[in-house]
């Protein structure tokens, strides 16, 4: 964002205050003003592990209190899943109780993607031994598993943190997962190496009782990569790497951040940060949430709702008046990115050797994948990986000559280094098979119309002499964005529509020309919405396709990529 557009949102006049108090522990004190906020008070959500582990996973499923169930498990990574069967028509018409299972999601904690092929080997096999197979890597660099049942919880906990893993705050009112740049510290083109404020971050306030009551969920970025690898605009906080005339590599920072139902991209302070003073900042940006959060309405608790607010001038001189132990310096802006951000391919690391980027199919492994994944990277002499908040997985430390046989493996497994533009740039939410929030297939959905695009533009492979860039395609099951679908060229969020016999039928509105900085854009924008402009999944490849050509034959230039497009194209266009 430019400093102009940056004075020009702290400018604005501060929305007219509610008659009612927001529940901010600073201003109107610490009363819960509803039902979440009482369960909080009444018991940390930390604490229900003790119980999961002597009382839930002995006395089963039904030995669970509804309170625990339904709250405090989240902050252990648990949520129940949807029972099958239950189509999107019924899910804003049953009970939360109605609509799950007897079994959980289990999100295991990744914090910077960074993992070992031990840890990799752990979680194949709990996937294998708990879950079904089952084993999605989210764009939140997590890995999430399925089937778990609650009298396998505390075995899994003493697995995973046997090498080092944890489920801790992975869901709730907490500090979730912290995204960091999956190339942290062997990237040849890096300004700086984000990994030791990631991990004291990690290591000093995940868990810390401090930070385990806040308003809603917060999320956290840390990049020093020119790429931008880690979504920064819709985090609640992030660090982006710079560097400084006269202080040298650093961070910019960037607050309030987040899409779901309104989405809101995050502003720029104009504030430096240096190294050493990052998990500092995160502490006081985090208190601020904490302390000065909206909590009487759910749907106002999160940190963007402030930060619009307030505006980054005030939210600033708290941070540096109430939280820092002195003020921030002015900081340059990052520059705009050169080179993609999801790190798909084979590229030279600092040290001569090779990380290769590889994506499988909308994030969807298996635990057999992931065992085989572990043996195929330790074969090629490496004992490392990370993953992306783009769904991929990035294996590090690759000799040269060993690069090929790597990639040949990869694909072997499902994990393409060279996929199709279709394959490498779309992500999908776990949809209707899993959330209890969904409407409609995603994962199956997406993996079909890559299959059907594929085929369609396969004399178009993409990449620099390709007609066809990868076009991001984002597929999310219900509202609630998780897949960001605001921030794709195409995005689609899910809903029934009418069938034309008087029934419904699953489909999506479509959502153009969003984007966040990179390779292809300066700035970060959250599209367009064409009124009426949906599409049934049957007619989903269809429509791509048509709108995909109709911007080949109709783009001023081959530069003009297809958000400029379809941001200026008229309605009619892009039907």
């Not at 400018?11 to 004190?29: A, F, I, L, T, Y």
């Not at 309170?67 to 804003?92: E, N, S």
């Not at 990744?110 to 079904?132: K, M, W």
């Not at 089937?147 to 869901?171: H, K, Q, S, Y």
Request: aromatic share 6%; net charge negative.
């Amino acid at each position: 964002m430019t400093d102009t557009a940056i004075a020009a949102r702290t400018e604005r006049p501060s929305r007219p205050r509610s008659s009612k108090p927001n529940g901010q522990w600073k201003v109107d004190g610490m009363e819960p003003l509803n039902g979440t906020e009482v369960m909080k008070q009444a018991d940390d959500g930390l604490n229900v592990r003790e119980r999961i582990e002597n009382i839930y996973a002995k006395g089963g499923f039904d030995s669970i209190d509804p309170t625990d169930l339904h709250g405090r498990f989240r902050w252990w990574g648990l949520y129940t899943q949807r029972k099958p069967g239950i189509d999107g028509g019924k899910t804003a018409v049953l009970e939360p109780e109605e609509l799950e299972d007897r079994y959980f999601m289990m999100r295991v904690r990744i914090d910077g993607g960074a993992l070992t092929t031990e840890q990799l080997r752990v979680i194949g096999g709990i996937s294998r031994d708990f879950a079904r197979g089952s084993a999605d890597i989210t764009d939140r660099q997590n890995i999430q598993l399925h089937w778990v049942e609650i009298e396998n919880v505390p075995e899994i906990w003493r697995r995973l943190e046997g090498v080092g893993l944890r489920t801790t705050e992975a869901c709730g009112d907490v500090p979730r997962v912290i995204l960091g740049s999956p190339v942290a510290g062997i990237a040849a083109d890096e300004i700086l190496d984000p990994t030791p404020a990631i991990r004291e971050i990690s290591e000093r306030y995940i868990g810390d009782p401090s930070f385990a009551n806040l308003p809603r969920k917060y999320k956290t970025a840390l990049t020093g990569h020119p790429s931008q690898d880690v979504v920064h605009e819709i985090n609640d906080v992030a660090f982006v790497g710079v560097v400084h005339p006269e202080l040298g590599a650093g961070f910019d920072l960037w607050v309030g951040g987040g899409l779901s139902t309104s989405a809101h991209l995050a502003q720029r302070l104009g504030a430096f940060v240096e190294p050493s003073r990052a998990a500092e900042v995160w502490v006081g940006v985090t208190s601020i949430f904490r302390d000065y959060g909206y909590r009487r309405l759910r749907n106002r608790a999160r940190l963007k709702y402030l930060m619009a607010d307030w505006g980054a001038e005030k939210f600033r001189h708290i941070l540096e008046t109430e939280y820092l132990s002195s003020p921030l310096p002015d900081g340059p802006a990052a520059k705009k990115p050169t080179t993609p951000g999801d790190h798909v391919g084979v590229h030279r690391q600092k040290d001569g050797r090779f990380y290769v980027g590889a994506t499988p199919t909308v994030g969807r492994v298996s635990g057999d994948v992931l065992l085989k994944l572990a043996d195929l990277i330790e074969a090629h002499g490496s004992q490392r990986l990370r993953t992306t908040p783009h769904q991929k997985v990035v294996v590090l430390d690759v000799e040269e000559d060993r690069v090929e046989s790597l990639v040949a493996g990869l694909e072997e497994l499902g994990l393409y280094a060279d996929p199709s533009p279709w394959r490498r740039s779309t992500i999908a939410c776990t949809g209707i098979e899993f959330c209890k929030l969904a409407i409609v297939d995603t994962k199956g959905t997406a993996s079909n119309a890559i299959d059907e695009l594929e085929k369609r533009f396969a004399d178009d492979k993409g990449g620099p002499n390709g007609l066809l860039k990868p076009l991001t395609l984002h597929i999310n099951g219900c509202p609630n964005s998780c897949a960001r679908i605001q921030t794709a060229d195409i995005g689609l969020k899910g809903q029934l529509l009418p069938d034309g016999n008087g029934g419904q039928t699953p489909g999506f509105q479509v959502h153009l020309g969003g984007g966040l900085a990179s390779d292809t854009r300066e700035e970060a924008g959250t599209g367009r919405t064409v009124r009426g402009l949906k599409v049934t999944t049957d007619d989903l490849p269809d429509y791509v396709e048509r709108v995909t050509r109709r911007y080949l034959a109709e783009r001023a230039n081959e530069d003009q990529s297809f958000a400029e497009w379809a941001l200026a194209a008229e309605e009619e266009a892009l039907q």
